[in-house]
């Protein structure tokens, strides 16, 4: 099992900019991508943005492609997510995602395996 908690969500305006945490703990070990989503009331889940275990790889949503950036710390067990430049349709609950045992990427929600609780971002004009 991987518990995922993430954090670094609030209220900010637009042009600020804001960094989301994601924890790992549990069986951390071996290879996992880790991927960040975003869902909006009466929206589906959507993809942002994934990193390979090395974070050597990453693949961003066209919608967040130059303002936002993954990260990762493997020492730390947490990969990061950089929102520089938020609009108000960025407004949205941020999930943290785990796909253990693969050197794959993926952008599929139904193909990682640990979710975390999911932090509330709101940016207001």
Do not use: H
């Amino acid at each position: 099992q991987v518990q995922l908690v993430e954090s670094g969500g609030g209220l900010v305006q637009t042009g600020d900019s804001l960094r989301l945490s994601c924890a790992a703990s549990g069986r951390t070990t071996g290879n996992y991508a880790m991927g960040w989503f975003r869902q909006a009331p009466g929206k589906e889940r959507e993809f942002i943005a994934t990193i390979n275990y090395s974070g050597g790889r990453t693949i961003y949503a066209d919608s967040v492609k130059g303002r936002f950036t993954i990260s990762r710390d493997n020492a730390r067990n947490t990969v990061f997510l950089q929102m520089n430049s938020p609009r108000p349709a960025d407004t949205a609950v941020y999930f943290c995602a785990a796909r253990l045992n693969t050197v794959l990427l993926s952008t599929i929600p139904g193909s990682f395996d640990y979710w975390g609780q999911g932090t509330q971002v709101t940016v207001s004009s």
